[in-house]
């Protein structure tokens, strides 16, 4: 299988990020991306297909936000890393804002999503890898493989947040049907839900998106990713979310993910996008699923074996030395 990297997407290092109450070392770090890396050997470099695809899925004040957000930190006198304290919850209206700090709330949900000089580079780059990969399929390739570094899953059309500045899989969804797809879906197999995707194509018929993650009522992102949730107007019935319970097995998470690629079969794609993160092993430190390293291998043959041309996105993953292991074992069921 081919996969693509590019070394800007290295260039993302924050040094912290607030989380229950603390400041602590910035979990999505660029040694996560190097981990990999040293299992698989040298990608394809990415191509550049420029902003358009982005712009597709993204709105065009969050581009340029993202592009210019640690210029405009520093620019108000401030140090260290930009991170938004204050969120308009209630009753968000569309005023000018010129602060950076109201611009950091407007375009974000959480404070664990730092801006650095080196994020609009990395988020591009990383949006940039999944197209290329996209279009190897496009070249014959059964499967191909995105190692986007920092994840997208998380990113709305105009926020961040869980790590996550440009949806990388919504990003390839829309640029699978503007070459051709009548019927793209994506399945998210991250221990965390994929609120953005799900926001993104929330009203859309030609999209089906397929979350197995931990239940939100204990775990982030908390407001999305309830089973009530099914999509509204064109999009209603296509949106699927399957909520586990902590320590779920491979015997458990595999029938969930049965279940899952039966609705993605029912659907039709013509086109399989997999948000993958391999923060559902079971010494993950932020999560608390307990999958093993074996057990990725087992989950990919099953997806292959449904037979759809699918992209692999990187999403999460946090057990830095244990990537090596895990994500070449996913990759190997293919």
Not at 162 to 176: E, F, K, P, S, T
Request: net charge negative; proline share 5%.
């Amino acid at each position: 299988m081919r996969g693509v990297f590019d070394p800007r997407q290295l260039l993302h290092a924050p040094t912290s990020e607030l989380h229950n109450g603390q400041w602590i070392a910035y979990s999505e770090t660029p040694s996560r991306a190097r981990s990999i890396l040293a299992a698989l050997g040298p990608l394809d470099p990415a191509a550049d297909y420029g902003e358009a695809p982005l712009a597709a899925i993204h709105d065009r004040d969050y581009l340029d936000f993202l592009k210019t957000a640690a210029t405009r930190w520093r620019d108000a006198g401030r140090t260290g890393d930009a991170i938004a304290y204050t969120f308009p919850v209630v009753a968000r209206r569309a005023v000018r804002l010129d602060r950076i700090d109201a611009l950091m709330g407007r375009y974000a949900f959480d404070a664990s999503t730092p801006i650095t000089d080196g994020t609009w580079a990395a988020a591009y780059a990383s949006a940039q890898s999944a197209l290329t990969a996209l279009a190897m399929l496009r070249t014959g390739e059964r499967a191909a493989f995105a190692l986007c570094r920092p994840p997208g899953h998380h990113a709305g059309a105009d926020y961040c947040g869980g790590y996550c500045y440009l949806n990388n899989a919504a990003i390839a969804a829309q640029a699978a049907r503007d070459t051709g797809a009548d019927k793209v879906a994506i399945l998210d197999i991250d221990y965390h839900h994929g609120n953005g995707t799900q926001d993104i194509f929330w009203r859309r018929s030609d999209v089906f998106y397929a979350s197995i993650h931990a239940d939100p009522a204990t775990d982030y992102p908390f407001y999305w990713g309830h089973v009530d949730e099914v999509g509204e107007h064109d999009g209603r019935g296509t949106t699927l979310n399957l909520p586990l319970p902590h320590g779920v097995r491979l015997d458990a998470f595999r029938h969930t993910q049965s279940a899952a690629l039966e609705a993605i079969a029912k659907f039709g794609p013509d086109q399989l996008i997999i948000s993958f993160g391999a923060d559902t092993w079971e010494g993950d430190p932020i999560s608390s699923f307990a999958l093993s390293t074996g057990d990725y291998r087992v989950l990919a043959r099953d997806i292959a074996g449904c037979g759809w041309p699918t992209l692999i996105v990187m999403e999460g993953g946090y057990a830095v030395e244990a990537l090596g292991a895990n994500v070449p074992s996913f990759l190997s069921g293919f």
